[in-house]
Every structure is written in structure tokens, then in C-alpha cells.
């Protein structure tokens, strides 16, 4: 049986992964931590507002850090420890999966949310305030 073949398991506590919707996105039901594709973070960054600069995803994008490495849920092979938005979490260069512990994808895309709306000037601000209906 190919390791595809089963449920993932999570890098934490060992326990089965639930997947959630149709989307590849794995969660944790005992520490809470979830297990997504690299292009599902952009995606969740993209729902903040499809006009989010190219500059605000980078700066909450991966940079690699010196945490230790831990094993992915779904290969097995040690995950590459990163930080993104100073958060640390934890990429598989081998399946594009990204392991964030419970609350850590949340922090991040609040990050770039903030991030995205301290970048827009405040005349944008001002009138999407006073013409929002």
C-alpha cells in the first residue's frame, strides 16, 4: 500500500488526520493542528482580498528557520522548518504540504490581513468607508 493510501497521521501527537471538506486540508482532532497545500495558504490569502499585493504575500511567506525538523504526516520524510509571519511551521518539499500547529494558519493570515490593509493608502480606506453600502 502506497503511503497516499492511507489517512495521514499527525507529526505531534500520532493521531489520524480528519480530512475537512473537499479541499486537501487535513486536521488534527486531538492538538488541533492542520496539514494544508502550500497553494491552499495562498488561496486563504487571496479570500482576504483577491486585490492582496504581491509584496504582503512574500513578507508572510516562508523563510527557513532552525527549529527542529518534524516528520510529515503523509510521507514520512523530515519537513523543512520555516517561519512565515514569525510563525513557525513546517513545509514537506516532497508533498507541497505545510503543518501548522492549532491557531498558527489563523495568526498567519490575520497577520497578512493586517499587513494588506496597513498597505493601502488612506484615501482608499476613507472611501471604501464612505461608500460601502
Not at 18 to 41: F, H, K, N, Y
Not at 83 to 110: N, S
Amino acid at each position: 500500500m502506497a503511503y497516499r493510501d492511507r489517512p495521514p497521521v499527525c507529526p505531534r501527537c500520532g493521531v489520524e488526520l480528519l480530512r475537512r471538506q473537499r479541499r486537501d486540508i487535513w486536521r488534527c482532532p486531538s492538538c488541533a493542528g492542520t496539514q494544508l497545500a502550500a497553494a491552499e495558504v495562498l488561496r486563504r490569502l487571496r479570500l482576504i482580498d483577491p486585490g492582496i499585493s504581491d509584496a504582503v504575500i512574500r513578507e508572510v511567506t516562508a523563510r527557513r528557520s532552525k527549529a527542529a525538523a518534524i516528520a510529515c504526516s503523509s510521507c514520512g520524510r523530515p519537513m523543512q522548518p520555516i517561519v512565515m509571519g514569525g510563525v513557525r511551521v513546517a513545509r514537506c518539499d516532497a508533498d507541497d504540504q505545510i503543518w501548522f500547529d492549532a491557531r498558527d494558519l489563523e495568526r498567519i493570515v490575520e497577520l497578512a490581513g493586517a499587513r494588506h490593509e496597513a498597505e493601502r493608502s488612506w484615501v482608499s480606506r476613507l472611501c471604501s468607508h464612505l461608500f460601502a453600502s
